[in-house]
């Protein structure tokens, strides 16, 4: 199963500026294999906020589970340099952390 792109709907839009084009475009570039999940442009980003707590594109999406998600040209960056392998397990690995350290109840 390849990675999931999490993304605004106007995949048309295809200038550098663009931040979901920027890491769609890096992707490509490294010939990483991914699925675009297409998500509103505006109001409730519901799943992409469930899936990573956040509400802005683009996101990346692990076979794992895991998430990736920090600011396009970082994202962008990160592909670029063949470095994307080391973000897989991020999202999670901070959350049981912080379980960890959080003493319940």
């Not at 998500?39 to 895991?66: A, M």
């Amino acid at each position: 199963m390849a990675i999931k792109l999490y993304r605004c709907s106007n995949l048309w839009v295809k200038f550098g500026g663009h931040p979901c084009w920027r890491v769609q475009k890096a992707l490509d570039e490294q010939g990483t294999e991914y699925e675009i999940v297409k998500g509103p442009w505006f109001g409730k980003r519901e799943e992409l906020e469930r899936l990573s707590g956040q509400g802005k594109y683009p996101v990346i999406q692990f076979e794992d589970g895991s998430v990736y998600r920090e600011e396009s040209k970082d994202m962008a960056e990160t592909i670029r340099a063949g470095r994307l392998g080391e973000k897989r397990g991020g999202a999670l690995a901070a959350a049981a952390e912080v379980s960890e350290e959080t003493p319940s109840g």
